[in-house]
């Protein structure tokens, strides 16, 4: 299936990326740093992510389990805006999708992963005019699987990931870093300076 045009639909800054989502939900400041100021940099976390990434794209169709699988399919969806592409898509017997992400770390539930993956879902829905109730996530380093399901919270969630992504990109604004728990991991923590930025914020307060 030939993809249209986004740009026929939306404008340019309006287009939001699927793998964004993800970063927007884990940190607004991690997106808008890739994003719009198109900085990154590189840790064992998204070195392992990508040699990982890279295997499954080199794969080809195979049959599994019962499920026909396709690998790197593109997706998008002229609804919400969005564009990218799924790891892998399994087709069961009766032809519904079944979307699947894959992830180097170890299982553990985390929403910012699910917002990704219920968005392709939901580009799959459209493309294909199947209904897609679920998908599921594989985790290399514990070769564990979690199946996530597309509840109408998750897909409440995921339209509110797209649309405030959606406005930070309009704005073309980098939000100010949190400096919390999250930032130890961050590949970009070097170039955010989260407790830098932090301290001379308290500074200039006092």
């Known amino acids: 299936m030939p993809a249209p045009d986004l740009l026929e639909f939306w404008n340019e800054a309006e287009i ?11 940190c607004p400041r991690q997106c808008a740093l890739i994003h719009i100021e198109q900085v990154y940099e590189e840790n064992v976390y998204t070195l392992r992510g990508a040699a990982l990434h890279e295997r499954v794209d080199q794969a080809e169709g195979l049959i599994e389990d019962g499920f026909v699988l ?9 609804q919400l805006g969005l564009i990218g592409r799924a790891d892998v898509v399994g ?17 553990k539930v985390k929403y910012h992963d699910d917002v990704q993956l219920c968005a ?21 380093a514990s070769r564990r699987r979690r199946e996530v399901e597309f509840t109408a919270d998750l897909r409440a969630l995921t339209e509110q990931v797209i649309h405030e992504t959606r406005q930070m990109f309009r704005s073309g604004r980098t939000p100010p870093p949190l400096n919390d728990a999250r930032c130890p991991d961050c590949s970009l923590i070097r170039l955010c300076m989260p407790d830098v930025i932090a301290r001379l914020q308290q500074e200039q307060t006092r």
């Open 70 to 78: 396709e690998y790197a399919l593109p997706l998008w969806s002229v």
């Open 120 to 140: 392709q879902a939901m580009c799959l829905e459209e493309m294909l005019q199947r209904a897609v109730p679920k998908g599921s996530i594989y985790y290399y």
């Open 16 to 26: 939001v990326p699927i793998s964004a989502l993800e970063h927007y939900a884990y």
């Open 91 to 107: 087709f069961l017997p009766d032809g519904t999708p079944y979307p699947i992400e894959y992830k180097s770390g170890k299982r």
